[in-house]
C-alpha cells in the first residue's frame, strides 16, 4: 500500500467523520409539511370534525412540552391543561437536539391516531434517514426521547375518555317530538359523535361551562320566532340561488363547507367527496400567520398547539349543546312544512343543529390566533384552493370567523340563532383558553 493511498484513506475516513457529527437542522417547515401530511390523511380517512379536532391537538402538545424545555420563553403545560403532568425530562448526561425530539413525538403521536400510516411513515423515514445521515449519535438519542416523550403524552391522551365513547349507544331518533333532530338526506346518516360532550375538555372545567342561551322555542305557528328563522333560511337560499354564479353568499358557503363525507347520489351509484374539517381549515390558517411572520420552530408549534387546543375545546363545547337541545335542521322543516322540493345549497351535516360548530369553531380560533399575531391581520387563505376554490382575502381572523359563521345560513343549514349565538360562544371560550393558559414568558410572536 503505498503512502499516498494511505492518506487518501485516512482523509476519506476523517471527512466521513466529519459529515457524521454535523449539527441536524430542524425548520418550521418540516412541521408543516408533518401536519399538511397527517391533514391529507385525515380528508381521506374521512374522519368527523370533533375526531379530526383531537387528532391535531395531542401531537401539538407533545411536541410544544419538549420545545419548552429548550426556551426559557416558553411554559410547560402540565398544571395548565387537565390532568397532563410533566413530560420526563432528558438525560443530562446524554445531548439530544430538541426540534428532532419534537418532531418525532410530534409524528409518533400522530401515526397512533390516523388509519392510513402509509404517506406520514413515508415522510417520517424521509427525515430519519436525512437526520441519522447527519449525525447518528445525536439522532438516535433524540429519538429515543421523543418517543419516550411520545408515550408519556399517549397514555395521557388514552384517559381522555374516546376509547369509552366508541362503545357508547348510537343516537337515537325521537320520532315523537318534532323538535328533535332526524338523519337528512341524500344519506340518511346517524347522528355523528353524540357522546362527544363526555370527552376530557383541555381547558374548561367542563364541557358545560359555555353552554349558549336557549334557541328559539320550537313552533312552527307563523307569529313564532321560530318559524321566522325558518323562513328567513328558506327565503335567503332562494335569494342567493337565483343570482346564480354571480352570488357571493354561495361563494363563501361553497368556500367555507368544509364537510368531510358530502353523499353524491348518481343513478343507483352513492359516492362521497372529501374535504378538510373546519379545524383543519382553521390549522390551515395557522399554517399561512406562521409563514406571513416567518416564525421558527418554536414559535410555530406554539401557534399550533394554543390553536388546536382552542378548537378542540370549542368541539367539545359545541356537541355538547348540540346533543342537549337536540335540535332539528331546517331542510327538514322546510320540506315538510314549507316546500318539498327544497334544497339547501350545502348539504346537511348528519348532526343536530344548535349551535352552529363552524361558529363555535371558528369564534375560538379566530380568538386564540389574534392572541398569537394581533389585531388586524390581513391575509389570503389559500387552504381551499385543493378542493377547486379561488383564494379569498380578510382583514383579519375575525373577519374571517364572522364569514365562516354567515356561510352556514347562506349553506341553509343552519338558523340565525345557532350562528350568532354560537358566534357568541366559541368567542367566550376563546377568550377563556387565551386568559387561562400561561403559555409565554416573553413575546416571540406578536403575542399579547
Given at each position: 500500500?503505498?503512502?499516498?493511498?494511505?492518506?487518501?484513506?485516512?482523509?476519506?475516513?476523517?471527512?466521513?467523520?466529519?459529515?457524521n457529527?454535523?449539527?441536524?437542522?430542524?425548520?418550521?417547515?418540516d412541521?408543516?409539511?408533518?401536519?399538511?401530511?397527517?391533514?391529507d390523511?385525515?380528508?381521506?380517512?374521512?374522519?368527523?370534525?370533533?375526531?379530526?379536532?383531537?387528532?391535531?391537538?395531542?401531537?401539538?402538545?407533545?411536541?410544544?412540552?419538549?420545545?419548552?424545555?429548550?426556551?426559557?420563553?416558553?411554559?410547560?403545560?402540565?398544571?395548565?391543561?387537565?390532568?397532563?403532568?410533566?413530560?420526563?425530562?432528558?438525560?443530562?448526561?446524554?445531548?439530544?437536539?430538541?426540534?428532532?425530539?419534537?418532531?418525532?413525538?410530534h409524528?409518533?403521536?400522530?401515526?397512533?391516531?390516523?388509519?392510513?400510516?402509509?404517506?406520514?411513515?413515508?415522510?417520517?423515514?424521509?427525515?430519519?434517514?436525512?437526520?441519522?445521515?447527519?449525525?447518528?449519535?445525536?439522532?438516535?438519542?433524540?429519538?429515543?426521547y421523543?418517543?419516550?416523550?411520545?408515550?408519556?403524552?399517549?397514555?395521557?391522551m388514552?384517559?381522555?375518555?374516546?376509547?369509552?365513547?366508541?362503545?357508547?349507544?348510537?343516537?337515537?331518533?325521537?320520532?315523537?317530538?318534532?323538535?328533535?333532530?332526524?338523519p337528512?338526506?341524500?344519506?340518511?346518516?346517524?347522528?355523528i359523535?353524540p357522546?362527544?360532550?363526555?370527552?376530557?375538555?383541555?381547558?374548561?372545567?367542563?364541557?358545560?361551562?359555555?353552554?349558549?342561551?336557549?334557541?328559539?322555542?320550537?313552533?312552527?305557528e307563523?307569529?313564532?320566532?321560530?318559524?321566522?328563522?325558518?323562513?328567513?333560511?328558506?327565503?335567503?337560499?332562494?335569494?342567493?340561488?337565483?343570482?346564480?354564479?354571480?352570488?357571493?353568499?354561495?361563494?363563501?358557503?361553497q368556500?367555507?363547507?368544509?364537510?368531510?363525507?358530502?353523499s353524491?347520489?348518481?343513478?343507483?351509484?352513492?359516492?362521497?367527496?372529501k374535504?378538510?374539517?373546519?379545524?383543519?381549515?382553521?390549522?390551515?390558517?395557522?399554517?399561512?400567520?406562521?409563514?406571513?411572520?416567518?416564525?421558527?420552530?418554536?414559535?410555530?408549534?406554539?401557534?399550533?398547539?394554543?390553536?388546536s387546543?382552542?378548537?378542540?375545546?370549542?368541539?367539545?363545547?359545541?356537541?355538547?349543546?348540540?346533543?342537549?337541545?337536540?335540535?332539528?335542521?331546517?331542510?327538514?322543516?322546510?320540506?315538510?312544512?314549507?316546500?318539498?322540493?327544497?334544497?339547501?345549497?350545502?348539504?346537511?351535516?348528519?348532526?343536530?343543529e344548535?349551535?352552529?360548530?363552524?361558529?363555535?369553531?371558528?369564534?375560538?380560533?379566530?380568538?386564540?390566533?389574534?392572541?398569537?399575531?394581533?389585531?388586524?391581520?390581513?391575509?389570503d387563505?389559500?387552504?381551499?384552493?385543493?378542493?377547486?376554490?379561488?383564494?379569498?382575502?380578510?382583514?383579519?381572523?375575525?373577519?374571517?370567523?364572522?364569514?365562516a359563521?354567515?356561510?352556514?345560513?347562506?349553506?341553509?343549514?343552519?338558523?340565525?340563532s345557532?350562528?350568532?349565538?354560537?358566534?357568541?360562544?366559541?368567542?367566550?371560550?376563546?377568550?377563556?383558553?387565551?386568559?387561562?393558559?400561561?403559555?409565554?414568558?416573553?413575546?416571540?410572536?406578536?403575542?399579547?
Open positions: 500500500m503505498t503512502k499516498r493511498f494511505l492518506l487518501l484513506i485516512i482523509a476519506c475516513w476523517l471527512l466521513s467523520c466529519k459529515d457529527n454535523e449539527p441536524i437542522l430542524v425548520s418550521a417547515e412541521l408543516h409539511q408533518s401536519i399538511q401530511t397527517v391533514t390523511i385525515m380528508v381521506h380517512d374521512i374522519f368527523s370534525p370533533p375526531v379530526a379536532s383531537r387528532i391535531f391537538a395531542y401531537p401539538n402538545i407533545a411536541a410544544y412540552e419538549i420545545m419548552a424545555l429548550d426556551h426559557v420563553e416558553y411554559n410547560s403545560l402540565a398544571g395548565q391543561v387537565t390532568d397532563l403532568t410533566a413530560i420526563p425530562q432528558p438525560e443530562a448526561e446524554t445531548p439530544i437536539n430538541y426540534e428532532v425530539s419534537s418532531l418525532v413525538a409524528m409518533e403521536l400522530s401515526r397512533r391516531l390516523i388509519f392510513s400510516e402509509k404517506d406520514l411513515l413515508a415522510y417520517r423515514d424521509s427525515l430519519y434517514q436525512q437526520w441519522e445521515t447527519k449525525n447518528p449519535r445525536l439522532f438516535k438519542a433524540s429519538k429515543t421523543g418517543l419516550q416523550v411520545a408515550e408519556h403524552i399517549a397514555a395521557w388514552n384517559k381522555d375518555n374516546y376509547n369509552q365513547t366508541r362503545t357508547m349507544q348510537k343516537y337515537t331518533v325521537d320520532t315523537d317530538d318534532p323538535s328533535r333532530w332526524q337528512t338526506p341524500p344519506a340518511y346518516m346517524d347522528g359523535e357522546h362527544w360532550g363526555k370527552i376530557r375538555p383541555f381547558t374548561l372545567d367542563s364541557a358545560n361551562q359555555f353552554t349558549p342561551v336557549a334557541a328559539p322555542e320550537f313552533s312552527m307563523k307569529d313564532s320566532d321560530f318559524y321566522k328563522e325558518v323562513m328567513e333560511v328558506y327565503e335567503i337560499s332562494n335569494e342567493i340561488t337565483q343570482k346564480g354564479d354571480d352570488s357571493e353568499e354561495i361563494a363563501i358557503a368556500f367555507w363547507d368544509c364537510n368531510p363525507y358530502v353524491v347520489t348518481r343513478g343507483h351509484l352513492m359516492f362521497a367527496t374535504k378538510i374539517s373546519p379545524g383543519a381549515h382553521w390549522i390551515g390558517i395557522t399554517k399561512i400567520a406562521c409563514k406571513m411572520t416567518e416564525a421558527d420552530f418554536a414559535q410555530t408549534i406554539y401557534a399550533y398547539t394554543k390553536t387546543m382552542a378548537i378542540a375545546d370549542a368541539f367539545i363545547s359545541c356537541w355538547d349543546e348540540k346533543y342537549r337541545s337536540n335540535l332539528i335542521r331546517p331542510e327538514t322543516l322546510i320540506n315538510q312544512y314549507i316546500d318539498e322540493n327544497w334544497i339547501p345549497v350545502l348539504q346537511t351535516p348528519p348532526f343536530p344548535y349551535t352552529s360548530g363552524h361558529s363555535v369553531v371558528s369564534g375560538a380560533a379566530a380568538t386564540a390566533l389574534t392572541a398569537i399575531f394581533g389585531d388586524n391581520f390581513a391575509f387563505d389559500d387552504t381551499e384552493v385543493p378542493f377547486g376554490l379561488p383564494i379569498r382575502s380578510f382583514k383579519s381572523f375575525i373577519h374571517a370567523a364572522e364569514e359563521a354567515a356561510s352556514r345560513l347562506y349553506g341553509g343549514i343552519h338558523y340565525r345557532a350562528v350568532e349565538l354560537g358566534y357568541d360562544q366559541g368567542t367566550d371560550l376563546g377568550e377563556y383558553v387565551v386568559n387561562k393558559l400561561s403559555m409565554k414568558n416573553s413575546s416571540a410572536l406578536t403575542d399579547n
